[in-house]
């Protein structure tokens, strides 16, 4: 299992791009609303992954999984097919029972926000009973917030 990053110099956001599928848009070429979440579940995983924390690892080696107990997205122009974008995604609070985070999906050309989220989440068991994350890993979570201030 790979072991989180130290907590020094580690960016406060992480930005993952993307060209929006076919299969993601209705008749018009306009992306279906749901799919939001779907990049929003993207850049979280990336942003985890880039701070040295695979999803797949905390669940196999740690018995934590992540559970979405919130969840929120503010459309504010419509991302269309074959359109780059951008998610920016960020850690907004962490505890050892909680993660919140923020998404920025922005278009590439023009530059343009389509949409801003938030999703909250709790640390779950094998057992699904809320549990806590170590403290080597809140340190790194709780090291980008202080990053991006």
């Not at 406060?12 to 579940?41: C, F, I, K, S």
């Not at 995983?45 to 999984?65: A, C, N, P, Q, T």
């Not at 343009?112 to 403290?135: C, I, N, S």
Request: proline residues 5%; charged residues 30%; aromatic residues 10%.
């Amino acid at each position: 299992m790979d072991s989180p990053q130290t907590p020094d110099a580690l960016p406060p956001r992480h930005e993952t791009r993307l060209r929006v599928r076919y299969a993601e848009t209705d008749q018009m070429g306009v992306v279906y609303y749901a799919n939001y979440y779907v990049w929003m579940e993207l850049g979280r995983v990336e942003l985890v992954r880039s701070l040295g924390m695979i999803y797949k690892d905390l669940e196999e080696h740690e018995g934590l999984f992540l559970a979405v107990i919130e969840s929120s997205c503010r459309y504010l122009r419509p991302a269309r097919y074959d359109q780059e974008i951008i998610v920016e995604t960020e850690v907004a609070n962490t505890t050892h029972r909680i993660v919140e985070f923020t998404y920025r999906i922005r278009s590439v050309n023009p530059e343009q926000v389509l949409a801003e989220g938030a999703t909250k989440h709790m640390w779950l068991d094998r057992a699904w009973r809320p549990a806590k994350l170590p403290d080597r890993y809140l340190d790194v979570l709780q090291s980008t917030i202080k990053a991006s201030t």
